[in-house]
């Protein structure tokens, strides 16, 4: 679908080339949105200074030799040299039709397809997911499936922890309790928040359960098949309720996305050797450290990035470096996103460094940290229970599908539902409020969870982009009409319907955008955009009881296109869109 930004673009630099020379065929048109017209192009200002003309003037040249063609309807200069610029209402409605023709809704593949990791989620084995989870999980899998409709060949990598020192305590723990306890009473090993804290309690309180942890720390790391198994019990049992969660969200993170810290273990040495081999890491106070220029303390003292500890261990540095070179080295890949909060921000930026020093990083390879904002309660602080406590993901998700219902109780319907129906549709309400509230917001922003704003069938909600699909869908129902044989042609007539088709035109912009940047939020605004200008051609541009049978066809190819636009952007954002509501 050609975006009409980049139409223009190519159409001015063509004029300034035509009018001033071949040099100023790359000059950026600075096309912008205009109060006046669809766009403007405003490069006639800052090219004026270089040519030592009025900007009015070199305005006009433009203009005299701007091939307007088929696109553009009526061009005029106003103020000290803005080029207003309206398009054509037959090429809109002639690119609309395209996209509504194409499987694709005309959104290009990428020029360079390339090989894209994105890691996010990444809990902690033996632990609860809580709400710190909720973002960098479905942010996550909104980036992942953005870039994948894009062409590139995308690697979910979900990061988890599992391995390190607190499993120690967590299998001595699985041994006192016996195995066959611990699988059989749901109290133990299947509450992961419970099972944890009770070892947790015995290690701090009990000397010697303590020091069989800290054994049992040693037979992990030095490959005791006993413990490994052991270790691989709590792994399983993680998965299931890993498995549980995205299952609810809807997230396409599966088993063979899982690589987590252990699987870099047996790298986390060679790693080490090749950054002292190269002259990057150094012993300094009995550790090995990498310096990375740049990064200082309080007191202007180079920072280290402790590659391995004095006591001979690693950390989580070395298992983030470990994984850029096994990423570089055997999967060959062009990008990494790693989608984790902003407060491990200054650790993402020395661990890129030590990499670009160790040329693992360079130009064909890039690392991104997509950073993640905190989520907040009413209250503007940490979101926490009324107890102080974390929030759990599994009891959050719980109440936004009992608000949703209670919410959707309140509208009115235009048909009944059974128990069944509604409990389906209550589900992707409530979920898709969580995360549509999440993903409408900047990634590396904090924002407020409240759940009486964003389960509203009111505003830039999930339930009023599910509700806007759902109503075209009801029209379709009512005429009996198919929505793939809705075909059109499209014609544009009232300026709703205008203004509706040339928001269509911007999807694949929007893609390209959101998926360069790793920004989901731009394709949430993007649909919260269709959808009002959809509500606009709604409530003034009747379908089914339209004046003819032309402008009826055309009306209901216009919803078919909006359709089909909301429910693949919903998708690419994992928003379940209910048939009904």
Not at 139 to 155: E, N, P, Q, S, T
Not at 505 to 522: I, N
Request: proline share 5%.
């Amino acid at each position: 679908m050609p975006d009409p930004q980049l139409v223009l673009a190519a159409r001015v630099q063509a004029a300034l080339s035509a009018a001033f020379g071949p040099s100023h065929a790359d000059t950026d048109p600075v096309i912008r949105p205009s109060q006046f017209a669809d766009l403007q192009a405003n490069v006639a200002l800052p090219l004026a200074k270089k040519l030592g003309r009025k900007p009015r003037d070199v305005a006009q040249e433009i203009v005299a030799n701007l091939d307007t063609g088929d696109v553009v309807s009526d061009v005029q200069v106003s103020g000290p040299g803005f080029i207003n610029l309206t398009l054509s209402d037959g090429w809109i409605a002639a690119q609309a039709q395209h996209a509504l023709e194409d499987e694709r809704l005309a959104v290009p593949t990428a020029d360079k397809p390339q090989k894209v990791v994105v890691e996010y989620s990444s809990p902690n084995v033996a632990k609860e997911m809580h709400v710190g989870h909720l973002r960098t999980t479905i942010v996550g899998d909104a980036i992942a499936r953005i870039l994948a409709f894009l062409g590139h060949d995308v690697v979910r990598d979900n990061h988890v922890g599992d391995w390190g020192t607190p499993f120690g305590m967590l299998i001595e723990h699985l041994v006192d309790l016996g195995e066959d306890a611990a699988a059989r009473d749901d109290s133990s090993v299947s509450d992961l928040t419970a099972f944890y804290q009770a070892a947790r309690e015995k290690f701090d309180g009990d000397g010697e359960f303590a020091d069989r942890s800290r054994s049992r720390v040693v037979a992990l790391q030095a490959g005791d098949a006993e413990t490994l198994r052991l270790w691989q019990v709590l792994v399983d049992v993680s998965k299931r309720y890993f498995n549980a969660v995205y299952g609810r969200l809807g997230v396409t993170l599966t088993d063979d996305d899982i690589k987590g810290e252990s699987f870099y273990n047996d790298l986390l040495a060679p790693t080490a050797r090749e950054l002292e081999d190269k002259g990057i890491a150094v012993i300094s106070e009995g550790a090995l450290c990498a310096f990375p220029p740049g990064f200082t303390g309080r007191e202007g003292e180079p920072l280290p990035v402790i590659i391995r500890k004095s006591d001979g261990g690693y950390n989580y540095s070395t298992s983030d470096l470990a994984t850029i070179r096994y990423r570089v080295d055997t999967e060959h890949v062009d990008r990494m996103i790693y989608v984790v909060g902003a407060p491990q921000s200054l650790h993402f930026q020395m661990v890129f460094a030590v990499s670009r020093m160790a040329g693992w990083l360079n130009g064909d390879v890039k690392a991104d940290h997509a950073q993640i904002g905190n989520v907040l309660g009413t209250d503007g602080k940490i979101l926490r229970t009324r107890a102080g406590g974390t929030v759990k993901l599994s009891e959050l998700l719980d109440e936004a599908v009992e608000r949703a219902g209670a919410a959707f109780d309140e509208i009115q319907h235009d048909e009944p539902f059974d128990a069944a129906s509604r409990a389906a549709i209550v589900q992707d309400v409530g979920i898709g409020a969580v995360k549509y509230a999440d993903l409408s917001v900047a990634r590396d922003s904090e924002y407020i969870f409240d759940f009486d704003r964003m389960i509203s069938f009111h505003g830039k909600t999930g339930p009023y982009l599910q509700y806007a699909a759902a109503r075209i869908r009801s029209i379709f129902r009512k005429g009996g009409v198919a929505p793939q044989d809705a075909t059109g042609p499209i014609v544009l007539g009232h300026p709703a319907e205008r203004a509706l088709a040339l928001e269509l035109l911007g999807f694949g912009a929007v893609l390209k955008q959101a998926g360069d940047t790793a920004e989901p939020h731009r394709l949430a605004s993007y649909v919260y955009a269709v959808a009002d200008a959809y509500t606009t051609f709604y409530e003034n541009c009747p379908v089914l009881k339209a004046p003819d049978e032309a402008t009826k066809a055309s009306r209901l190819a216009l919803c078919a296109a909006t359709l089909r636009t909301l429910t693949t952007g919903l998708a690419l954002l994992g928003v379940p869109t209910p048939d009904r509501m």
